[in-house]
């Protein structure tokens, strides 16, 4: 079975500064990962997927995340954020095709402070 | 429908009552999930019903809790005889078959008092 572990439970940065959200994940099989985002008052929305092709995924407001197997890691960066970007993410797995449930890490509070 | 939907979105019940939440999947969605999201928690797996075959309960907290799913559609989590360690957020998500992209519901909040 897979889990999912992100290491940080916050993370606070200064606008305009580069953020990593680190996610280590554990699977006997290959995996399709995912990074959600939470705004405050909000429902969860896809950031970004890695299913399989290039270890780099780029996702939606600037955000990309790199799949690495040796490091059973896929962590989430950005270069340079914005206060709009505070935010819970939520990294997650899933086995292939679909056939095992999606699980979710704790989150990782995300505040971008001016 | 445009999106996952969930009802109620709130739910304020006494501890020992039943409580039922609803979820209308995206259409044509063959997978759906229930979750429990609580403070510090993230997001808890709770069952996953994906197609004709046998859901996956694995994550159910206590056999307090149960859900359905019928025609392949609309889904019902219930729990009965809440207790006040159930208050969470619930949420349903919906996904083709094959998954590549979990959509979510806006949640029911459950308060159990």
């Known amino acids: 079975a897979q889990s999912v572990t992100q290491l940080d439970s916050q993370v606070p940065v200064f606008e305009e500064a580069p953020v990593e959200l680190r996610c280590n994940y554990s699977?006997?099989?290959?995996?399709?990962l995912f990074w959600y985002v939470q705004y405050p008052n909000q429902g969860l929305q896809l950031l970004l997927k890695?299913?399989?092709?290039?270890?780099l995924v780029k996702g939606i407001n600037g955000f990309e995340a790199e799949f690495n197997k040796s490091q059973t890691s896929f962590h989430l960066r950005k270069p340079s954020v914005h206060i709009s970007d505070t935010a819970e993410y939520f990294c997650?797995?899933?086995?292939?095709?679909?056939?095992?449930?999606?699980?979710f890490g704790k989150g990782t509070k995300l505040t971008v402070n001016p | 429908g445009a999106g996952v939907s969930q009802s109620p979105s709130n739910k304020v019940t006494e501890k020992g009552k039943d409580v039922e939440l609803r979820c209308d999947p995206i259409s044509g969605h063959t997978a759906l999930y229930w979750y429990r999201q609580s403070l510090g928690q993230g997001l808890e797996f709770l069952i996953y019903f994906q197609g004709n075959s046998a859901p996956d309960k694995s994550g159910l907290p206590s056999d307090r809790f149960s859900a359905e799913r019928t025609g392949g559609s609309v889904s019902t989590l219930t729990i009965q005889r809440t207790q006040q360690e159930d208050s969470a957020v619930y949420l349903c998500a919906s996904s083709l078959q094959g998954i590549t992209e979990a959509f979510f519901g806006q949640g029911t909040r459950l308060t159990v008092v």
């Open positions: 890695y299913l399989s092709g290039s270890t």
């Open positions: 699977s006997s099989v290959s995996v399709y």
């Open positions: 997650a797995v899933s086995g292939p095709g679909g056939s095992e449930k999606l699980v």
